[in-house]
T-cell receptor, first 113, second 117 residues
Framework: GNSVTQMEGPVTLSEEAFLTINCTYT??????LFWYVQYPGEGLQLLLK?????DKGSNKGFEATYRKETTSFHLEKGSVQVSDSAVYFC????????????FGGGTRVLVKP | EPEVTQTPSHQVTQMGQEVILRCVPI?????FYWYRQILGQKVEFLVS????????KSEIFDDQFSVERPDGSNFTLKIRSTKLEDSAMYFC???????????????FGNGTRLTVT
């Protein structure tokens, strides 16, 4: 079955530091890949997505590239802000309409001023 | 931008009681989902729903759980006899249809925090 593995947190950084959160997946076929973010006390928000190999998703300074050869979708941001403190979830979905999302365990990121 | 809305935001109930968690998906979406997140843990799939029937469910979704779309707008999750371990945040999600639906993301509500005492 499908599964997503992401690095455990918490990840603690200083403002303006570089952030990487590793994510690898196991899936049949060619899934779509997503990063969701959960700010404190809030629900899950889509951060970015990529639907085929070598696609790069980007949003709010975050980027992730769909790497089929390494089955990875690592999230990066060049200069984090305190407001980026949140839990980040990597997820995948099969291509058939209606397929569910399978989430990784989440990575808590804490950015200190 | 259209949103998925969930009510209530927090529900406290006693063990053994029935609860109904309510969701209003985005109006032109046809695929609906429930997920749960036990505090500090992974987001877990419970059930997906399409065309007025369950399309997939996880092993968590046992006979104590049921879902319903009672009218054209609401999507509910019922837990018949709550247990302490049902305490979690429950998220509703919906997904669009049409061209590209398989690539479209799930849109989540802000969740209902269920506390079973």
């Amino acid at each position: 079955g499908n599964s997503v593995t992401q690095m455990e947190g918490p990840v603690t950084l200083s403002e303006e530091a570089f952030l990487t959160i590793n994510c690898t997946y196991t899936a049949t076929g060619y899934p779509s890949l997503f990063w969701y973010v959960q700010y404190p006390g809030e629900g899950l928000q889509l951060l970015l997505k990529a639907t085929k190999a070598d696609d790069k998703g980007s949003n709010k300074g975050f980027e992730a590239t769909y790497r089929k050869e390494t089955t990875s979708f690592h999230l990066e941001k060049g200069s984090v802000q305190v407001s980026d403190s949140a839990v980040y979830f990597c997820a995948l979905s099969g291509k058939a309409a209606g397929n569910k999302l399978t989430f990784g365990g989440g990575t808590r990121v804490l950015v200190k001023p | 931008e259209p949103e998925v809305t969930q009510t209530p935001s927090h529900q406290v109930t006693q063990m053994g009681q029935e609860v109904i968690l309510r969701c209003v998906p985005i109006s032109n979406h046809l695929y609906f989902y429930w997920y749960r997140q036990i505090l500090g843990q992974k987001v877990e799939f419970l059930v997906s729903f399409y065309n007025n029937e369950i399309s997939e469910k996880s092993e968590i979704f046992d006979d104590q759980f049921s879902v319903e779309r009672p009218d054209g707008s609401n999507f509910t999750l019922k837990i018949r006899s709550t247990k302490l371990e049902d305490s979690a945040m429950y998220f509703c999600a919906s997904r669009g249809t049409g061209t590209g639906a398989s690539n479209s993301p799930l849109h989540f509500g802000n969740g209902t925090r269920l506390t079973v005492t």
